[in-house]
């Protein structure tokens, strides 16, 4: 059946965290990037004033919240956006699993995602029931006229920022076949050795943005996770398109979420204290690793570090189970990943010192 789901994949590390928990000192998890720094003061003071509030919030967010997030975007990665064309999101996973089906997708569409892609892309396109092409070479997919084609850069397991020139051949590939592109963007707050540019940037698209999407989230910049604030925006005609659907569907942000959002947009320097934080914990861990063993493939940018030791990725998971550290099989993302692993950033400082311990 085509909407058939897969197994949720990290069910499938209960094993090896059952060892990882055996540990004398305990288990560190570097399986999900899920945030562990406390929500900056300046967003928890913003939900807190608009806690009271009993109406029903708006589909489009407030006017505030869209100004916010367009002057965000051009402070930050120098894209200029209409605030009319920003539309928030209940988080950028329910975007990117919902986006197919919004679209308007079905059985006679094809859907072009990365090769190593976050599993939520291949779900978004089974629940719309369309078939999935699994690609980095666009210019090799023949006579393909796909849809839909997702680009994520950073990405989301490697760490990989593609360049300026490669995400303008997307976008004439894609536009000479009719398809959005939709760029997941969720951790374009974070390069480090590499600077990751977005799909509306000028020098990508030549300032005309028809046809594409751009996907953000502040789960990992603004440690929002909890929140689930994420926003969409990009070509005026498709933006309009989902804020009609998602007004039927009642995909509506919570009033109290939006001016959280609000103030974490407003606000550069949690942003880079933030990013700070999230370098020196890569900083200890890709030493570690590396010092372990382990080569580090990409991983410019992001959140997590892709690491090999030239074995099947499972096999990885459960030597450093037994060291109680668990960390997530590249398998997760695509066959292409069956002999990596990703190891996330999200651990205290404490918690990247005990895994150098540990992997020493």
């Not at 055996?22 to 939900?47: K, M, N, Y």
Request: glycine share 8%; aromatic share 6%; with cysteine.
């Amino acid at each position: 059946m085509s909407r058939a789901l897969p197994t949720f994949p990290w069910d499938s590390l209960a094993s090896a965290k059952a060892r990882a928990v055996e540990h004398p000192a305990g288990v560190i998890d570097l399986s999900v990037g899920t945030p562990v720094d406390p929500v900056p003061d300046v967003i928890q003071r913003a939900l807190l004033d608009a806690a009271a509030e009993p109406g029903y919030p708006t589909t489009h967010g407030t006017p505030a919240l869209r100004a916010a997030a367009a002057g965000a975007l051009a402070r930050r990665h120098g894209v200029t956006v209409p605030a009319q064309d920003v539309l928030p999101t209940i988080g950028s996973k329910e975007l990117v699993a919902w986006l197919p089906t919004l679209l308007g997708l079905g059985p006679a569409d094809t859907v072009v995602i990365p090769a190593l892609a976050y599993p939520t892309y291949e779900v978004g396109v089974r629940l719309a029931g369309a078939s999935v092409l699994r690609s980095d070479g666009l210019f090799a997919a023949g006579p393909a006229r796909p849809a839909l084609v997702w680009v994520n850069s950073p990405s989301n397991p490697t760490g990989q920022v593609l360049p300026v020139e490669h995400l303008r051949k997307v976008v004439a590939w894609a536009r000479e076949r009719g398809a959005v592109v939709a760029s997941d963007e969720c951790y374009l707050t974070l390069g480090y050795s590499s600077a990751p540019t977005s799909i509306l940037h000028p020098s990508v698209c030549d300032g005309d943005v028809t046809g594409l999407l751009a996907v953000h989230s502040l789960s990992k910049s603004s440690s929002l996770a909890g929140y689930r604030a994420g926003l969409v925006t990009g070509d005026p005609a498709l933006v309009a398109g989902l804020l009609a659907a998602r007004k039927h569907a009642g995909m509506i942000v919570p009033r109290p979420i939006q001016a959280a959002m609000t103030a974490a947009l407003s606000d550069d320097e949690h942003v880079a204290v933030q990013r700070s934080r999230f370098a020196g914990r890569r900083s200890v861990l890709r030493a570690a690793f590396e010092g372990a063993g382990f080569r580090i493939d990409h991983s410019a940018a992001g959140l997590y570090l892709w690491a090999t030791r030239d074995e099947p990725g499972w096999d990885t998971v459960t030597w450093l189970a037994e060291r109680g550290v668990l960390v997530a099989p590249g398998s997760f993302y695509g066959p292409a990943g069956e002999r990596h692993v990703r190891v996330a950033l999200t651990v205290s400082d404490e918690q990247a010192a005990s895994v150098a311990a540990r992997l020493r």
